[in-house]
């Protein structure tokens, strides 16, 4: 559904949440979303962007300022894994500069992800504790880089960096929105001018390779960096491009081809092989964090993606964390080509390696299918509990792997 189209019909199963967003910060009805008469209202909603509506909207951000107030578990367990964070502190420095590099020769893009995770986790500490201190560290933080950066470079890694690291300036940007103190315009001129124009050349391009050559992740982030700085923005054209790349994308991003094969009704529950799953588990974990935060910032803005195609997300998230907690299952072999001449490749089997990993990615997904929509979702319940309280950029090693997302999940999401 286009947010300029606001009366096109849903269809594979995606029902629109628009109209029962409420204008008055955000919040959203608890309603189960399945009747034609809800779904028509919805449809009938003016297309207009609601803020805070990226990973958090003003009901998520409420919840958990009065519950740690109250000194509830488990969101005071998750404030006190944030408040302990490094990055969390409002002493933090930002190292802002001109170029980072991610990929080959002079490689910088650390400066970034470190920054980043210490805005983000600074301006959820504003928001749930509202501290001031740690308002002013983010905005410094964000100011400093939106009027410092110009350009991010390196070898095909650089549309990682702009993926990755554009969906996540974003939603620590979205969080200040309003805050006096920061500069939302020269985030969103920055943004715009730095990020945006890699994560479409890669989404219409893929660095000049096969569609199939690149990972589902590649496509996956600069999605969500698309989507996220369309919010930002308050540009629809953007959002879109977004979300019909979820539905209907050429590259491995696109639903369909992340989650190639279904199994359905496996010891109870249907599966849905994940596109890495041959590769390793930690890229695989990192599929549920990156496809996980376009479907939430999508639910915020109106738009079920978690629900899209048969809820065909939930089930390769099932199915990731299934294998993940030690059990087995179903693997269908996986052909794709690679390079610039489409060479063929093959994965026979589901790959053991990095098996376990600890990622702050289930959280989310927990508490919208378990406790949003009221569905069983077991193997992703086990895995949420087994990690919790999720912690953040820093709490998961200093490569950037353990920035990949932005995490906190526990204090947020629960419910």
Not at 292 to 301: D, F, K, L, P, V
Request: proline share 3%.
């Amino acid at each position: 559904m286009s947010r300029t189209s606001p009366h096109q019909h849903r269809s594979n199963g995606e029902l629109s949440r628009r109209g029962l967003l409420k204008t008055a910060g955000g919040l959203t009805a608890a309603v189960a979303l399945g009747t034609a008469s809800l779904a028509s209202t919805a449809d009938a909603a003016p297309a207009t962007f609601t803020h805070p509506g990226m990973l958090h909207n003003a009901g998520d951000i409420n919840r958990a300022k009065v519950r740690v107030a109250a000194g509830t578990d488990p969101w005071l367990s998750g404030w006190n894994r944030l408040t302990a964070n490094s990055h969390s502190q409002s002493t933090w420095t930002n190292r802002a500069t001109a170029t980072i590099i991610r990929g080959g020769t002079g490689q910088n893009y650390g400066l970034l992800y470190n920054d980043i995770a210490a805005a983000y986790q600074n301006a959820l500490r504003w928001r749930v504790g509202g501290t001031e201190a740690n308002a002013v560290a983010a905005a410094n933080i964000l100011n400093a880089w939106s009027r410092t950066l110009t350009t991010v470079t390196g070898n095909a890694d650089r549309f990682l960096a702009a993926g990755i690291y554009g969906w996540q300036f974003a939603n620590a940007c979205e969080l200040l929105r309003g805050y006096s103190g920061f500069d939302l315009a020269a985030a969103q001129e920055m943004t715009v001018r730095v990020f945006y124009p890699l994560n479409n050349q890669f989404l219409t391009g893929h660095n000049d390779a096969c569609i199939t050559n690149y990972w589902a992740n590649w496509d996956l982030c600069n999605m969500a960096s698309v989507m996220a700085i369309g919010i930002l923005t308050d540009n629809a054209a953007k959002y879109d491009q977004a979300v019909n790349y979820f539905r209907t994308g050429a590259g491995n991003g696109a639903l369909t081809k992340a989650v190639p094969f279904l199994y359905p009704g496996v010891e109870g529950y249907d599966l849905g092989q994940w596109q890495e799953s041959g590769r390793d588990q930690g890229h695989t974990m990192m599929g549920m964090g990156q496809m996980g935060a376009i479907c939430e910032m999508a639910w915020n803005q109106g738009d079920d993606l978690y629900s899209y195609d048969g809820r065909r997300f939930m089930k390769a998230a099932q199915y990731v964390a299934k294998y993940n907690l030690g059990n087995s299952v179903p693997f269908t072999t996986y052909n794709w080509g690679s390079g610039q001449n489409c060479a063929p490749q093959s994965q026979t089997v589901i790959s053991p390696a990095s098996r376990g990993q600890v990622r702050p990615v289930w959280a989310m997904l927990h508490y919208h299918y378990n406790r949003r929509v009221n569905l069983d979702d077991k193997y992703i319940s086990q895995m949420c509990f087994s990690v919790a309280p999720e912690g953040g950029g820093g709490d998961y090693g200093s490569d950037s792997g353990g920035f990949d997302q932005l995490g906190f999940g526990t204090l947020m999401y629960a419910k």
